[in-house]
């Protein structure tokens, strides 16, 4: 059974970088149809989307975080990684990997997730 | 963008009861709609995909409707384990949005 974990720091500075990464286990992560994907949550608040990447390197970003956002893959490792630069404590969340299907028959969507990594941006 | 509104961002309700929960869409989606649950502490989960098609595995009391702008979630009778917050999903076009949010708690 698929499963991802997500891992990083939980405290940052702000202005400091935040790296994440995501390590697929139990599957392949160069499997056709799914893209891997970023979603963050303040605490108490809803969910927003950050961006998905195929394997192949396809990326899509949320504009509202595109300028201080890259994720990358590494095929090899079976891991795909978020970094976000320029953290403030706007950026605090609890950030999750997930994995999201598309296919052809309009049946997309978030089907695996993480447990979920708390990153608190504090001076 | 395609902005997703979600209604009511709260609701209190008892066992047994019916519940509907609303996501409008700032503009025509056709079905490209999902809905997910998610409990305190833990990862949202897929209930629904396709506006109206149940994940495998989830009870029938969950349904979906909708298509183009208006599109709902209803839980036919209400379970101690349903009370959660619900989120709504758009998946026609780049960027993702999700709805706002709607915490189901026990009257």
């Known amino acids: 059974q698929l499963q991802l974990q997500e891992s990083g720091p939980g405290l940052m500075k702000p202005s400091e970088t935040l790296s994440l990464t995501c390590t697929v286990s139990g599957g392949s992560i160069s499997s056709n149809y799914y893209y891997w994907a970023w979603i963050r949550q303040p605490p108490g608040k809803g969910l927003e989307w950050i961006g998905n990447?195929?394997?192949?390197?396809?990326?899509y970003y949320n504009p509202s975080l595109k300028s201080r956002v890259t994720i990358f893959v590494d095929t090899s490792k079976n891991q795909f990684s978020l970094k976000l630069s320029s953290v403030t404590a706007a950026d605090t969340a609890v950030y999750y990997c997930?994995?999201?299907?598309?296919?052809?028959?309009?049946?997309?969507?978030?089907?695996?997730w993480g447990q979920g990594t708390m990153v608190t941006v504090s001076s | 963008d395609i902005q997703m509104t979600q209604s009511p961002s709260s609701l209190s309700a008892s066992v047994g009861d019916r519940v509907t929960i609303t996501c409008r869409a700032s503009?025509?989606?056709?079905?490209?709609l999902g809905w997910y649950q998610q409990k305190p502490g833990r990862a949202p989960k897929r209930l629904i995909y396709?506006?109206?098609t149940l994940q495998s595995g989830v009870p029938s009391r969950f349904s979906g409707s909708g298509s183009g702008t208006e599109f709902t979630l209803t839980i036919s009778s209400l379970q101690p384990e349903d009370f959660a917050t619900y989120y709504c999903?758009?998946?026609?076009?780049?960027?993702?949005?999700f709805g706002g949010g709607t915490k189901v708690e026990i009257k």
């Open positions: 503009q025509g989606i056709t079905i490209d």
């Open positions: 999903l758009q998946y026609n076009s780049y960027p993702l949005t």
């Open positions: 396709a506006a109206y």
């Open positions: 997930a994995r999201y299907y598309t296919g052809n028959s309009r049946d997309d969507g978030f089907d695996i």
């Open positions: 990447i195929y394997y192949s390197g396809i990326t």
